[in-house]
C-alpha cells in the first residue's frame, strides 16, 4: 500500500537529485563540440550527459552564414552518482560505474546485529525483477540459544516495507557484557586518517554500532571528515582485528587554471576529409580550409576557479591554490563579444591557431589547386599563383585571382570579380561564375555567367557567356569566334565570327539575359505539357466509351481514370502558371530601358546572327568597322563607336595586353 509518508519521502529524494543535478549553456560547431566542452565543465564523461536545443545550428551554404549550435546540457543521475562517489573517496572505474547502471536487477537484503541488549534488524528492499526478502529466513537467522524474543509482526512489517537504511529492534536477547566487541580508534599523526579496529563479540556479547563508532570518534576530537558510508558498511559486514577507515580529512581542492574552449579544431592535420552519407570519400574535399562569418563565436575563456580549502580530522585549516588566469589569445580580425571571453570574428574569412593566436585570415593565398589542395571552398578573397587544375573548383565569397590558367573546373564568386591572368581552356565543362565581373585573357571553350562585366583580351571562342551589362574584348587580337553571348547593355569587339562562316557565333544584347533564358524554358516546358495534355485527353475518351459500353469499370481501370482527370487538372493549373509567368516575363522585357549594341571596329564576317531585342541582323556579307543598334522596330548599322568603359577598373596588377 501507498502511503502519503512514503510518496513524502519519494519527493524528498527526487528534490534533493534535481538540486545536485548542475547545467551548462554551450556554443559550438557541432554536437561533439558542445557535449566535449561541458564534459570539462561539469567535470563529467560525456556519457553521462543529457542536452535540450536552445538554437539548432546549421553549415550554411558554401560555408556562408554558418550558425552555431546552442545546447543546455545536464548531468544525468548516473554521472552525478560517480561524482558523489569519487568526493566521498570511494575508488571506482567507468567501467565499473557502467555495469552498475545496467545491473537493474538485484535481490532484497537483510542484516541481523545484536547492539546493546536489542536484536536489531537492516532491510534492504529488492531492485528491479529481483525477489523480496523472506520473513521466515530473518526468523531463523535471529534465533540464537540466548534469544529471549522476537517480535515477528515487527520483522514481516520490515522484511516488505524495508527499514530506510536504519537498523530497528526487533527483540531481545540476554546480552553478557563481558563478550562485547572491543573498539579502538587510531589517528594518523598528521591528523589525515582515522581507522578503528574492532575485535569480535563472543557469545551473547554486544557487536559495534555506527553510533559508537561516531562517538567515540567524537571523544578523540575528530570533527571533519566522518565517512558515513564507510562507517555503516563496516557495521553491515564488519571485518575484525583489521584497521578499517571511517574518516579521512577533507583534503583541498586547487581551482582549475583558466583555459580557452575552441569551437574549431586548432590542429589542422586532424581535420578530416569530407564523406558522403554512405560513408564515400571523395578526395577532392580535403576540408582543409575552416571558414567562419562577422560575427560567429570562434572560442570562450572559461575562467579559473577558486580552490576549495581542506579540514584536518581535528578542524585545522589546509589551504587549496586557486587556479590561474591566462590572457584571451586575440589575432588578427578578431575581437571580444560584449561578455568579454567570448570571441568572435570581425570579417568573413579562415580562422586558424598560430602562435597562440586566433586570427581570420580573410584572403587565402595557394600555389595552385589541384590534388594537393582539393576544391577551395572560402569565405573570402582566393589568390592563386599558379593554375586551377583540370576537375578542381574554387567557390569564394570576394575575389578569385588566378595567375596561370583555369581548366576544366568551376570558379565561383559569390561577391566579387574573378581575374584570370592568362585564359581558360573549359573543354566545355569548365564554368565560370562571377558576382559581379570577369577578367581574363581568352575564353575557350567555358561557359560563363557575370553579374557585371565581362572584360578579354584576345579572344572567346565557342564559348556561352552571359553578362547582366556588357561584353568587352579590347585587346589586339579582340576575337569572337563560334559561340552564344548574350549581354543586356552591348558587346565589343574587333573581329567577329570567321571567314568562310565556321562555328555559329551568335550575338544578343538589349534584354535581361536571364529573363530570356527563363522564356525559353518555359516555352519547352509548355509545349511539354500541351503534348501530355493531349495524350491524357485521349485516354480519359478512351477509359469513358469504355465505360459507357460496359455500364461500369474494373476498380483499376476506374482508379486509372480519376488520375487521369486529376492530372488534366494539374496540367491546367500549371499552364495557367506559366501563362501568367510568360506576360511577367514580356511586360520587363518590353519595359527594358536599354536596347543594347554589338560593335566591332575590325570586321563581322557573314554567317554572323546578331539579335537586339527580338530582332535579328544576320549577316550575309562582311562588314568592317560598324555599330549594329535598334531603331524602329528594325536592326540598323551606323559608323563605328567605341565601346562604353564607364563603370569599368581594371582590378589591381591585371594587364589587358
Known amino acids: 500500500m501507498v502511503t502519503l509518508e512514503t510518496i513524502r519521502k519519494d519527493m524528498e529524494a527526487q528534490l534533493e537529485l534535481d538540486s545536485n543535478i548542475q547545467s551548462v549553456e554551450v556554443n559550438a560547431d557541432s554536437l561533439d563540440e558542445a557535449l566535449a566542452d561541458a564534459a570539462v565543465q561539469l567535470d563529467s564523461r560525456v556519457s553521462h550527459l543529457e542536452y535540450e536545443v536552445i538554437e539548432k545550428g546549421s553549415d550554411g551554404f558554401l560555408g556562408l552564414a554558418k550558425k552555431p549550435w546552442k545546447l543546455r546540457i545536464y548531468q544525468t543521475a548516473e554521472g552525478l552518482a560517480k561524482k558523489k562517489k569519487t568526493m566521498a573517496g570511494v575508488s571506482i572505474n567507468d567501467d565499473e560505474l557502467d555495469e552498475e547502471i545496467k545491473t537493474v536487477d538485484q535481490d532484497g537484503m537483510f542484516y541481523i546485529r545484536h547492539f546493546g541488549d536489542k536484536i536489531c534488524l537492516k532491510v534492504i528492499l529488492p531492485i528491479g525483477k529481483g525477489s523480496p526478502v523472506d520473513p521466515k529466513a530473518i526468523i531463523n537467522d535471529a534465533r540464537r540459544t540466548d534469544t529471549l524474543g522476537l517480535d515477528e509482526d515487527a520483522i514481516r512489517k520490515f522484511a516488505k516495507s524495508g527499514t530506510d537504511g536504519k537498523y530497528e529492534a526487533v527483540g531481545d536477547y540476554k546480552h553478557v557484557k563481558a563478550g562485547d566487541a572491543m573498539l579502538v580508534v587510531d589517528i594518523s599523526k598528521d591528523e589525515m586518517l582515522a581507522t578503528v579496529t574492532v575485535t569480535p563479540p563472543a557469545m551473547s556479547g554486544a557487536e559495534i554500532s555506527a553510533e559508537q563508532i561516531i562517538r567515540n570518534l567524537e571523544t578523540q576530537g575528530v570533527v571533519a571528515g566522518v565517512e558515513n558510508d564507510k562507517i555503516d558498511e563496516f557495521v553491515d559486514n564488519p571485518v575484525y582485528n583489521v584497521p578499517c577507515e571511517v574518516a579521512a580529512a577533507i583534503k583541498p581542492q586547487d581551482g582549475r587554471d583558466a583555459y580557452i574552449a575552441f569551437n574549431f579544431e586548432t590542429d589542422p592535420t586532424k581535420l578530416k576529409i569530407k564523406e558522403t552519407k554512405n560513408g564515400q570519400v571523395n578526395f577532392k574535399e580535403l576540408n582543409q580550409i575552416q571558414n567562419v562569418v562577422k560575427g560567429q563565436p570562434l572560442a570562450t575563456k572559461m575562467p579559473p576557479e577558486r580552490g576549495k580549502a581542506g579540514k584536518t580530522l581535528f578542524g585545522r585549516y589546509l589551504e587549496a591554490k586557486n587556479g590561474k588566469d591566462i590572457k584571451i589569445p586575440l589575432g588578427k580580425n578578431v575581437e571580444l563579444d560584449k561578455d568579454g571571453v567570448t ?101 575557350q571553350s567555358a561557359k560563363v555567367e557575370v553579374e557585371e562585366f565581362c572584360i578579354v583580351s584576345d579572344s572567346i571562342m565557342n564559348s556561352e557567356v552571359t553578362a547582366m551589362k556588357r561584353v568587352i574584348l579590347n585587346g589586339k587580337k579582340a576575337q569572337i569566334t563560334g559561340g552564344h553571348l548574350f549581354a543586356t547593355e552591348e558587346i565589343a569587339a574587333k573581329n567577329i565570327g570567321s571567314p568562310g562562316g565556321g562555328a555559329e557565333t551568335i550575338l544578343e544584347v538589349g534584354f535581361d539575359p536571364r529573363l530570356k533564358q527563363r522564356l525559353g524554358e518555359i516555352q519547352d516546358e509548355q509545349n511539354a505539357l500541351m503534348k501530355e495534355l493531349e495524350d491524357t485527353d485521349n485516354n480519359i475518351v478512351t477509359l469513358e466509351n469504355f465505360k459507357k459500353q460496359r455500364r461500369t ?72 568597322s560598324v555599330t549594329f543598334f535598334f531603331e524602329n522596330g528594325f536592326v540598323r548599322r551606323g559608323k563605328y563607336e567605341e565601346p562604353d568603359m564607364n563603370g569599368i577598373k581594371a582590378p589591381d596588377g591585371y594587364s589587358a595586353g
Do not use: C
Not at 585570415?361 to 600555389?367: A, C, G, I, S, T
Open 553 to 624: 469499370l474494373a476498380k483499376e481501370k476506374q482508379d486509372q481514370l480519376d488520375g487521369l482527370k486529376k492530372r488534366k487538372e494539374e496540367i491546367s493549373v500549371k499552364s495557367e502558371e506559366y501563362a501568367k509567368e510568360v506576360e511577367q516575363i514580356l511586360q520587363r522585357l518590353h519595359e527594358l530601358k536599354v536596347f543594347g549594341k554589338v560593335k566591332a571596329f575590325g570586321t563581322v564576317y557573314s554567317g554572323v546572327k546578331i539579335y537586339i531585342r527580338d530582332v535579328v541582323d544576320e549577316v550575309r556579307t562582311d562588314v568592317k
Open 343 to 443: 570571441i568572435i570574428a570581425s570579417m568573413n574569412g579562415r580562422v586558424m591557431y598560430e602562435s597562440e593566436r586566433i586570427n581570420v585570415e580573410p584572403v587565402l593565398e595557394l600555389d595552385a589547386v589541384n590534388i594537393k589542395t582539393g576544391n577551395i571552398d572560402f569565405l573570402g578573397t582566393v589568390i592563386v599563383k599558379g593554375n586551377v587544375e583540370d576537375g578542381y573548383d574554387v567557390k569564394a565569397s570576394g575575389n578569385i585571382e588566378v595567375g596561370g590558367t583555369v581548366g576544366q573546373s568551376h570558379l565561383r564568386s559569390e561577391n566579387g570579380d574573378i581575374i584570370v591572368s592568362q585564359g581558360i581552356f573549359g573543354h566545355d565543362v569548365g564554368v565560370i561564375q562571377a558576382g559581379k565581373s570577369l577578367w581574363a585573357k581568352f575564353i
